[in-house]
C-alpha cells in the first residue's frame, strides 16, 4: 500500500513550456485534490476531484488543468507555465467527501519555472 | 470565507520544555479541525481531527484540544525528534457541494535543541 505517489519529485520548466504533474492513489478514494505550498502562503487548493469524470476549481485554479479518467489517477497540467508557478505541489486524496475526513498527501513536486 | 491563523510563526524549545501552538479560525459550520506535521521535503502527515468545542485528542507527547475560536496544540516534554512545521487546517460547511474544501493556516515551525 503506497498511498499517494506523486511524480516527479522535482522539475525545472522554461516559461512557457507545458508539463503534467502525476498523482496515484491506491487506496480507492473518491476524493484528490492539488494544493501548491508557498512561503509565508500556506496550502491553497487548485483543483479537486469528487469522483472519476468530475473535477471543480478550487482556490487558485488559472493556469491549470486537471482531469480524472480512473478512480486512482489525477494529474495536473500546467499548460504555459510562468514564473509564478514555481511552488512546490502537493497531491491529497480523502476516502469520503469530507465531514471531518483526514486527507492523505503525496511527497510534493518541486517546480521550479525558469 | 474560512480563515485560519496560526501563532507563532517560529517557536525554539529546549529538549523537556513544555509549550503550545495556536491557531485561531473563523469557519462556516465546522465540519472538523486538523493538524498536520510536516517535515521538511515530505507531505503534510496527519496528526489529529476535532470535532467540536471542547474535544480532546492526544498522542504520545502531543495534545489537541477545541474551542469555538481556536485550537490549540500542546506539547509536553518535548524532544528533538518533535521539530518540524505544524499545520492547522479546518473543513467548513461546502456551500451547497459535496466538498468540505481544506482552509490550511501557514503553519508553526517548531524547533527543539538538545
Known amino acids: 500500500n503506497a498511498g499517494v505517489t506523486q511524480t516527479p519529485k522535482f522539475q525545472v520548466l522554461k516559461t512557457g513550456q507545458s508539463m503534467t504533474l502525476q498523482c496515484a492513489q491506491d487506496m480507492n478514494h473518491e476524493y484528490m485534490s492539488w494544493y501548491r505550498q508557498d512561503p509565508g502562503m500556506g496550502l491553497r487548493l487548485i483543483h479537486y476531484?469528487?469522483?472519476?469524470?468530475?473535477?471543480d476549481q478550487g482556490e487558485v485554479p488559472n493556469g491549470y488543468n486537471v482531469s480524472r479518467s480512473t478512480t486512482e489517477d489525477f494529474p495536473l497540467r500546467l499548460l504555459s507555465a510562468a514564473p509564478s508557478q514555481t511552488s512546490v505541489y502537493f497531491c491529497?486524496?480523502?476516502?469520503?467527501?469530507?465531514?471531518?475526513?483526514?486527507?492523505?498527501f503525496g511527497q510534493g513536486t518541486r517546480l521550479t519555472v525558469v | 470565507e474560512d480563515q485560519v491563523t496560526q501563532s507563532p510563526e517560529a517557536l525554539r524549545l529546549q529538549e523537556g520544555e513544555s509549550s503550545s501552538l495556536n491557531c485561531s479560525y473563523t469557519?462556516?459550520?465546522?465540519?472538523?479541525l486538523f493538524w498536520y506535521r510536516q517535515d521538511p521535503g515530505k507531505g503534510p502527515e496527519f496528526l489529529f481531527t476535532l470535532y467540536s468545542a471542547g474535544e480532546e485528542k492526544e498522542k504520545e507527547r502531543l495534545k489537541a484540544t477545541l474551542t469555538k475560536k481556536e485550537s490549540f496544540l500542546h506539547i509536553t516534554a518535548p524532544k528533538p525528534e518533535d521539530s518540524a512545521t505544524y499545520l492547522c487546517a479546518v473543513q467548513g460547511e461546502a456551500g451547497g457541494t459535496s466538498y468540505g474544501k481544506l482552509t490550511f493556516g501557514q503553519g508553526t515551525i517548531l524547533t527543539v535543541h538538545p
Open positions: 469557519v462556516s459550520g465546522l465540519r472538523g
Open positions: 476531484s469528487v469522483g472519476a469524470g468530475i473535477t
Open positions: 491529497a486524496s480523502s476516502y469520503s467527501e469530507g465531514s471531518g475526513t483526514e486527507a492523505f
